[in-house]
T-cell receptor, first 112, second 113 residues
């Protein structure tokens, strides 16, 4: 069966520090991969999606970036965090035929 | 731009009643619509998908309708239980052949025993 895992689960970072969130998927090949962000009490904002290795589409202009170095690995990064980067970050993969999304456990980022 | 609207006010209902949540969208015609459940501090969990050529879909106590003329979906939970209390998110394909999914802000449901 397919599994998705992201880490770290929680982190507190100072403004201006770098960020790296990692996500891996097991049990499926060539998945579509996604990074979403959810601010407190808000809906999910699509940040990036990827349909293959090295192929990244950005949805929102920001100081974040994403990379897909391997088929089942998706990384979210920032060189310098802003206060507004705080939120709950969710990685997901999608079934290609249905579009159904499977989410990871989430990473809660607090920027101070 | 594409816009998805869900009732931001929480819905409070009594156990055993039917909960009905609404999702309205504007400015595009999605090929499919999905509903997800999200519990606090967790990622959303997929519940149902309905395609543009389908009017209604059911799964156990869940029913979803899709009216492409009104640009609206209704999500029903019959015989609601306290365990159904959660936030329910409506999601639409982003119009790129299914490569991306756009979410509404969700509606919080509270079912009282």
């Amino acid at each position: 069966s397919q599994t998705i895992h992201q880490w770290p689960a929680t982190l507190v970072q100072p403004v201006g520090s770098p960020l790296s969130l990692e996500c891996t998927v097991e049990g499926t090949s060539n998945p579509n991969l996604y990074w979403y962000r959810q601010a407190a009490g808000r809906g999910l904002q699509l940040l990036f999606y990827s349909v293959g290795i090295g192929q990244i589409s950005s949805e929102v202009p920001q100081n974040l970036s994403a990379s897909r170095p391997q088929d089942r690995q998706f990384i979210l990064s920032s060189k310098k965090l802003l206060l507004s980067d705080s939120g709950f970050y969710l990685c997901a993969w999608a079934q290609r035929d249905t579009g159904e999304l499977f989410f990871g456990e989430g990473s809660r980022l607090t920027v101070l | 731009s594409q816009k998805i609207e869900q009732n931001s006010e929480a819905l409070n209902i009594q156990e055993g009643k039917t909960a009905t949540l609404t999702c309205n969208y504007t400015n595009y015609s999605p090929a499919y619509l999905q509903w997800y459940r999200q519990d606090p501090g967790r990622g959303p969990v997929f519940l149902l998908l309905i395609r543009e050529n389908e009017k209604e879909k059911r799964k156990e106590r869940l029913k979803v309708t899709f009216d492409t003329t009104l640009k609206q979906s209704l999500f029903h939970i019959t015989a609601s239980q306290p365990a159904d209390s959660a936030t329910y998110l409506c999601a639409l394909d982003g119009g790129t052949g299914g490569f991306k999914t756009i979410f509404g802000a969700g509606t919080r449901l509270f079912v009282k025993a």
